[in-house]
């Protein structure tokens, strides 16, 4: 059976947005907050600990870069990089940005990349995205969905009594039903913990708003690559994370998970129906 035409295939131009989770991670910015005198603190994304990609995480970005370039051409095609405010996500596009440097690629820098850290990170070439963000409120609360093995030090002196209880009753949950790693397990188990934490935004809810918001602005930014009529293609790489991607791949694609550094094509096709594709 063969695939309906997208709307860029129905033109004379070849734009299109990717998105690709970040690397391997130390998280070292959570396990320092988890560790220190206010666990339930916020993720500050101007404060973040730097590197955060470990050389395992540093190598499979530059392997999997090699092999996502690989599909565009440097001579009709040009790269516009954004990304989270999520410093593993930062970096794990500043690689990608090098790769693609060394290969010849134009790179489309933005005018304003909307953040220090990501202009020291991404020299000025990786624009922050709200919608590709996190903006964690509750790091301890965050943490809640880790694998046993995967908690690390909490300074539990400085957590209220309430707050303890209700991570206790949360962790029952995620030990009953550990699917060994934090994405997985938040998709299966985040409407029942929101129960306990209403805080959290459970997996559904965020394909309801953030994921839906991320396609709304997708469909902008193509519509604004082709408004520019740039001489090339303008491929848009997008670089974020698993929480608000599980539930929109397991609608679309028929399973929830996403590695580090894996890649799904964003498209639409003559109707404007959202199209999805694992790279």
Not at 32 to 37: D, H, M, P, W
Not at 73 to 93: C, G, H, I, K, Q
Not at 199 to 213: D, M, R, S, W
């Amino acid at each position: 059976m063969e695939k309906a035409p997208t709307n860029n295939e129905s033109n004379d131009r070849d734009d299109s947005v990717h998105f690709t989770r970040h690397s391997k991670s130390t998280y070292g910015t959570y396990s320092k907050i988890n560790a220190s005198e206010n666990p339930t603190g916020p993720v500050d994304v101007e404060d973040q600990v730097t590197p955060d990609l470990p050389p395992a995480g540093v190598d499979l970005a530059n392997e999997k870069a090699v092999e996502l370039l690989s599909q565009f051409n440097p001579e009709t095609d040009a790269l516009f990089f954004v990304s989270s405010s999520e410093a593993r996500a930062l970096e794990t596009a500043a690689i990608y940005k090098g790769i693609a440097e060394g290969s010849n690629f134009e790179i489309v820098s933005p005018e304003n990349v909307r953040g220090d850290l990501a202009e020291k990170i991404g020299e000025g070439d990786i624009r922050v995205v709200e919608n590709l963000s996190l903006n964690i409120e509750n790091t301890l609360v965050s943490s809640v969905f880790n694998p046993e093995t995967h908690l690390g030090e909490i300074n539990w002196d400085a957590v209220d009594k309430e707050t303890k209880d209700k991570w206790q009753e949360a962790r029952e949950v995620i030990n009953g039903n550990d699917f060994g790693s934090w994405g997985a397990n938040f998709l299966h188990n985040s409407a029942e913990v929101a129960k306990i934490f209403p805080e959290i935004k459970a997996t559904k809810e965020l394909y309801e708003t953030q994921f839906n918001n991320l396609v709304r602005l997708t469909k902008f930014g193509m519509k604004k690559a082709a408004e520019a009529n740039h001489e090339k293609n303008i491929k848009i790489l997008a670089f974020g994370h698993e929480n608000y991607m599980g539930y929109a791949l397991q609608e679309h694609l028929g399973e929830g998970s996403i590695g580090n550094c894996e890649t799904v094509s964003i498209d639409f096709d003559n109707e404007n129906q959202l199209q999805m594709e694992r790279l």
